[in-house]
């Protein structure tokens, strides 16, 4: 496994030759999380380039950076390494919106929502938007949602796929007994939305789990901690039938909504439990939606007894070799998982209300890479400049170029960038002709 380190270019703006071109290879230590600095990347003060009151500048420069780390470690060749890097058909593009942020037009994108730092922060946005629709609807029509927590106990040499597996068994198994749809009934139950999410420790090893909401028509008289002491029996029970076990009061939580986690897009609650790589959910919608559509991205908890736990996300920027085999495990054992699923009532409803159902996450990246209306091109790319950007670790530098207004200064960097990569390729072929022997060694004298 390549172990290369990428890492952000020089973003103090200045001649376009020299140190541009000549990143450093060690990570910038605001990019290092909690457990290897004071703070958390996404927490850090620190800005990667001159004025940057909002952060944006930072958020993603760090987006970038993660990406460039996740091109070293998947096996080549697959889609996830592509994305950003590649053009669309139409052709990839520099545009400038209404606000003066730039971005790239015209790129493949990925859709993979659980290990892509480009494209999971969009459909966790749309996630949380779409979740926290569901809640004001449901809340409007008179009904009250519950929170799961479903868990199992877990040991560090456990393997992530194994656990996995089996939980998602013990699951089905649960929600299909006798007993806890008579305890569903109970509740009223019509409905629910569930979101898979897993993080690591280093006492005890991946914590896969899963959150869900159920929309019930809830009677007054329910107590709710009997409830989940009757559901709870029946969960280890269900864990038990696959190899699993669990614990009484830790297994299996359940909560109450409170109408003020559905109105309130106040950092608080489950927001600030959940936090994101970023920022980037701050702005997405309720807390409820966010703890349920954001779990990729779930800081691990910063309170004294859980130190040594982190988010995949974490343990990408960690930038280590243990770090990196554990985020190839849990790529591996999420690999075309769905992240978050609505039930086939709130679907019917979502239907009504919108007369469409929420896109696939592949989807939701393409319809984020259309022309926005308050947007404009400013640079057309060439086929494969973008790749060449994105190889010398330049593509940020346009983006800040362009905010700044500096179009021209834009465009000489992507022309000298341009010419470096294809003498490069060119060199590197003639270096690959030479030893394959096709022709005589005498025929490229001159050439060095």
């Not at 040499?157 to 656990?163: A, Q, S, V």
């Not at 198994?173 to 409905?191: E, H, N, Q, T």
């Amino acid at each position: 496994m390549n172990h290369h380190t990428p890492s952000l270019p020089d973003f103090q703006l200045g001649p376009v030759i020299g140190p541009v071109l000549a990143p450093s290879l060690s990570p910038p230590s605001l990019f290092l999380p909690a457990a290897a600095s004071a703070c958390a990347p996404w927490e850090s003060t620190d800005t990667v380039s001159g004025a940057d009151d909002d952060g944006a500048n930072r958020k993603r420069g760090v987006r970038y950076w993660l990406q460039d780390r996740l091109f070293t470690l998947l096996p080549p060749g697959s889609r996830e390494c592509a994305c950003h890097r590649a053009s669309s058909r139409s052709g990839a593009s520099v545009v400038l919106n209404s606000g003066g942020r730039a971005r790239y037009r015209g790129v493949y994108r990925c859709g993979n929502v659980w290990v892509c730092p480009l494209c999971a922060p969009v459909i966790a946005t749309r996630r949380s938007c779409e979740v926290a629709t569901v809640l004001s609807w449901g809340s409007k029509e008179g009904f009250s949602f519950l929170k799961l927590t479903f868990t199992c106990r877990h040991e560090k040499d456990y393997k992530l796929l194994d656990t996995l597996d089996c939980q998602v068994k013990a699951l089905r198994s649960f929600k299909s007994c006798r007993a806890v749809r008579r305890i569903r009934a109970s509740l009223g139950y019509v409905d629910s939305i569930t979101a898979k999410e897993a993080t690591w420790g280093a006492a005890s090893g991946w914590h896969p789990h899963q959150h869900e909401y159920w929309m019930c028509n809830l009677p007054s008289d329910v107590v709710l901690a009997e409830i989940e002491k009757q559901l709870s029996v029946e969960w280890i029970k269900s864990l038990r039938r696959h190899g699993l076990d669990g614990a009484i009061g830790v297994a299996l939580r359940v909560g109450v909504m409170k109408p003020d986690e559905i109105s309130s897009g106040a950092a608080t609650g489950y927001l600030t439990k959940a936090g994101t790589a970023a920022g980037y959910l701050t702005k997405a919608g309720t807390a409820a939606a966010i703890e349920i559509a954001g779990g990729v991205y779930k800081q691990g908890d910063k309170k004294p007894h859980k130190q040594g736990h982190y988010s995949p996300m974490e343990l990408l920027a960690l930038n280590q070799k243990w770090s990196d085999v554990l985020f190839c495990e849990f790529f591996q054992a999420f690999k075309n998982r769905k992240q978050l699923t609505f039930g086939r009532v709130i679907l019917a409803a979502y239907k009504e209300l919108f007369g469409t159902i929420p896109g696939d996450d592949f989807e939701v990246v393409q319809q984020n890479d259309s022309k926005k209306p308050d947007e404009h091109e400013v640079i057309a790319l060439l086929p494969r400049q973008l790749f060449a950007l994105r190889k010398a670790r330049q593509a940020v530098k346009v983006l800040e170029l362009v905010e700044l207004g500096l179009i021209q200064d834009a465009k000489d960097l992507i022309d000298l960038v341009w010419e470096r990569f294809n003498q490069d390729a060119y060199l590197a072929a003639v270096a690959s002709f030479k030893g394959s022997g096709g022709l005589d060694g005498r025929r490229f004298a001159g050439f060095s």
